[in-house]
């Protein structure tokens, strides 16, 4: 078989393992999808009226169209911390060592760690957009290539938060500070436009929120699902999200080949 075939199949079989690894104990899955639903719920139904003022009017409808594609964003920072927990404890377990002398496609163990994570993420988002339109969010301006382009910005998104968790996970010592180093992947969309336009925050913040990279990727989101102005926030979460997986990527597989001490 050629180098690219093994590559291939070997990649499949680390996949397979992630996946049965996730059904096996859902319980960090279900956890880690209960802050966003969490948030979805509190700003709809707690703050929804409140916030809706700053959007001039509308009141919790108004809001709940708002809030969510932010919170889907935040559902993948979210599901991401998974992927950093698994490699952490993969590394303290020593199966990653295991990996290390067997004759594999090395780069296979963290491929089958990412795209595992990928498709976790995109469930996750699944599961809470399910949520989302349970309380009242519609989407009937989007055209079908419109949603495809926001499942194409989930998935490339996902990648490159998952490659940024995996190495945290390398990195870390144990799999509670690989989930503990990962929380800003949580903690950044509180400081986007998520819950609260740009506008509306105080000048010298707004640089903050408005450069990062989950708030061009909202407003792309939020842009492709109700028809508002997307401007040049596309390209600009398109270059994040290459530069993020690069990033991650060359961190992982640097860590990842380095022989252990």
């Known amino acids: 078989m050629s180098t690219l075939t093994l590559a291939a199949r070997d990649s499949a079989t680390m996949l397979r393992r992630n996946l049965l690894h996730a059904r096996r104990y859902p319980s960090l899955t279900l956890n880690l999808l209960l802050t966003p639903v969490m948030l979805l719920l509190l700003f709809v139904y707690i703050f929804g009226n409140t916030m809706s003022a700053g959007l001039g009017g509308g009141g919790r409808s108004a809001y709940i169209a708002y809030v969510v594609p932010g919170i889907l964003l935040m559902t993948i920072g979210s599901s991401v911390i998974g992927a950093a927990v698994s490699v952490a404890t993969d590394m303290n377990e020593g199966i990653i060592a295991r990996f290390r002398t067997m004759a594999i496609h090395r780069p296979s163990v963290l491929i089958g760690h990412v795209v595992g994570s990928v498709l976790q993420s995109v469930t996750g988002v699944l599961l809470v957009g399910a949520v989302a339109v349970a309380v009242g969010f519609r989407s009937t301006d989007a055209t079908a290539l419109e949603w495809l382009a926001a499942l194409a910005l989930i998935v490339l998104f996902a990648t490159a938060l998952t490659w940024i968790a995996v190495g945290m996970g390398l990195v870390s010592p144990n799999a509670e500070a690989a989930g503990n180093s990962a929380m800003p992947?949580?903690?950044?969309?509180?400081?986007?436009?998520?819950?609260?336009?740009?506008?509306?925050?105080?000048?010298?913040?707004?640089?903050?929120?408005?450069?990062?990279?989950?708030?061009?990727?909202?407003?792309?989101?939020?842009?492709?699902?109700?028809?508002?102005?997307?401007?040049?926030?596309?390209?600009?979460?398109?270059?994040?999200?290459?530069?993020?997986?690069?990033?991650?990527?060359?961190?992982s597989t640097s860590t990842f080949n380095r022989d252990p001490k």
């Open 185 to 251: 992947l949580i903690l950044l969309p509180l400081i986007s436009s998520a819950f609260t336009p740009l506008h509306s925050m105080p000048g010298w913040f707004q640089p903050i929120a408005q450069y990062q990279p989950f708030t061009p990727a909202i407003e792309t989101l939020r842009g492709l699902l109700l028809n508002t102005p997307i401007g040049n926030n596309w390209w600009i979460t398109i270059a994040w999200s290459l530069a993020l997986t690069a990033l991650g990527y060359r961190w």
